[in-house]
């Protein structure tokens, strides 16, 4: 779908909330912090703003955001987990602001982490840049799952296929899906106008999932860490233009 600008509009004040949350959230990622005070913070930001979560009641997910740390790949439940020193955690935050949506997430390291968590982090965010480079008109879509599986491939890193990005509007999860690798077919042609969530997600160790009992929360086969980077993004005639970040 082509969103007009007054649309735009709306979904760009959305995506200032969802940075905005990201930001406040990194200030507290720290050792003998909650995942579930995290949740509060980000709680705090949308209450400011005038907001809604797009994540709480969705499906029945209990929460505002999703707090998923080390072998977490994704739809990690805020509880009383604390952080420790050395752990990394990806948060994921969402916003409605009247009726159109934001969804970006981070993975942050907690205190000091090992080279080998910093370089998943570091890689993970470049195979993002990689993605969102490819959202320009006339292009593929799915040429920015080709170029973020050639990113985490060349790092020698699992690339998560059960789990992609979307398009975004007035719903959270619009069609089309973005996957994160190349699926054996271009997809549609990009035009001004489209936007679209772009999320990689690596795993240190192979590209295997698994969801626990909870329903919700996705942990890698093989018990390696997990890093997720996502924003929400515009096609225009002159580039790609991110609304998950702060002005």
């Known amino acids: ?8 509009a709306k ?11 990201l930001l406040e959230v990194s200030k507290h990622v720290k050792p003998g912090v ?9 709680r ?3 209450g400011r703003r005038g907001a809604r979560s797009n994540f709480l009641g969705y499906h029945g997910y209990p929460a505002t955001i999703c707090t998923s740390p080390n072998d977490v790949i994704v739809h ?23 009726g159109y949506h934001g969804d970006a997430a981070r993975t942050f390291p907690v205190g000091e982490v090992s080279t080998e968590a910093k370089r998943l982090i570091e890689v993970t965010q470049e195979a993002l840049r990689a993605g969102m480079s490819q959202l ?5 879509l799915n040429e920015t799952g080709r170029a973020i599986e050639r990113v985490g491939r060349r790092a020698g890193y699992g690339v998560v296929r059960e789990y992609v990005g979307h398009a975004i509007g007035t719903a959270m999860h619009e069609e089309p899906q973005v996957p994160n690798y190349w699926p054996g077919k271009p997809g549609i042609k990009l035009a001004p106008g489209m936007v679209f969530a772009i999320e990689p997600m690596f795993n240190a160790g192979d590209a295997g999932t698994v969801r626990l009992d909870d329903g919700w929360t996705v942990v890698t086969s093989d018990g390696s860490i997990s890093a997720h980077f996502e924003d929400t993004i515009v096609v225009t005639d002159h580039g790609p233009e991110v609304f998950t970040i702060m002005d």
């Open 1 to 8: 779908m082509i969103r007009r600008n007054d649309e735009l």
């Open 11 to 21: 979904m760009r004040k959305a995506g200032r909330v969802v940075a905005e949350m």
């Open 34 to 42: 909650t995942t579930a005070q995290l949740d509060r913070v980000a």
């Open 44 to 46: 705090d930001v949308l």
């Open 76 to 98: 990690g439940i805020p509880s009383d987990i604390v952080l420790v020193e050395g752990d990394i955690i990806s948060v994921d935050c969402g916003a409605i602001v009247e």
């Open 136 to 140: 320009v008109p006339r292009k593929h």
